[in-house]
């Protein structure tokens, strides 16, 4: 008999700067770690805050090239390539899946740095297929959460299922020093966030802006903020939460990882 394919997690990771995918810190090492506790996956699905449309678009080519969707970083950060192949099958299975969308197909994408700077931490061989999803930037929160439930058939097909993004992202008043003391308002946000997450009040997740001016500051444009919907979305009643990454760098940044679900089937 063949070995039953494990129910995978549902991810948020906080990707915080390019930088993340060379640099050694607390948040690279902590992904390596958790990228070690991981069943392995048959493929990773990723919504990415970088990768935003009109329209709602999935990646089907056989090998997604790695897009360096960034300027004035080291040369090193350029060079840097992740060759993992790609999951057309699957794509093309997300097509069917979502219906409160027509998700057409994409060739001319990839992976962003929301995507390949976590995947080769988690998976170094990039041996573990890979694809994205986009995020409609013309539709409310509502619309990107529903999205997401719509997902839930792939993670009993072996699929993890990754959002990408920042729960705090205010890059206009972000120190350039990692280390700077964080802002009152995103330790507030980032905090508040945590708890209504553990309380699967995911309506409240979805109308954050009533929160108002922490919120305003926290989240000032919703793309970083969006993904964490789409990982929300997939959290059964009863199913365990844990947050094995926090922290917010550059006083601005929230690096939070949100796990739901059981990390390994071992």
């Keep these: 008999m063949g070995t039953a394919t494990p129910r995978m997690p549902v991810l948020f990771v906080g990707h915080g700067s390019p930088m993340n995918a060379i640099a050694t810190n607390a948040y690279s090492l902590a992904w390596e770690e958790l990228g070690k ?60 899946l979502v219906a409160k969308a027509n998700v057409k197909p994409d060739t001319d994408w990839g992976l962003d740095h929301g995507t390949w700077a976590v995947m080769r931490r ?42 990408s993004g920042n729960i705090v992202h205010n890059l206009q008043v972000m ?20 708890q209504l997450i553990t309380a699967r009040d995911h309506r409240s997740l979805m109308e954050y ?30 199913e365990p939460v844990s947050f094995p990454i926090e922290g917010i760098t550059n006083a601005s940044i929230s690096m939070r990882t949100l796990v739901i679900g059981e990390v390994s089937a071992g």
């Design 37 to 96: 506790q991981l069943a392995k996956p048959k493929a990773v699905l990723c919504v990415s805050a970088h990768w935003l449309t009109d329209g709602t678009f999935v990646h089907v080519s056989e090998a997604p090239k790695t897009i360096h969707d960034f300027w004035g970083f080291p040369r090193e950060l350029y060079e840097m390539h992740y060759h993992c192949p790609g999951a057309p099958g699957l794509a093309k299975e997300v097509q069917s």
């Design 175 to 194: 120190h350039y020093d990692p280390s700077a003391r964080p802002y009152d308002w995103a330790v507030e946000f980032d905090e508040l966030t945590k």
């Design 209 to 238: 802006e009533k929160f108002g001016k922490v919120a305003s500051l926290a989240v000032p444009t919703p793309d970083h903020y969006w993904p964490l919907l789409y990982t929300v979305a997939l959290q059964e009643s009863g």
């Design 122 to 163: 988690f998976f170094p061989d990039a041996d573990v297929p890979a694809f994205q999803m986009s995020i409609d930037y013309t539709k409310p929160p509502e619309f990107h959460y529903s999205i997401g439930k719509e997902l839930a058939a792939l993670r009993g097909k072996g699929v993890l299922i990754v959002g």
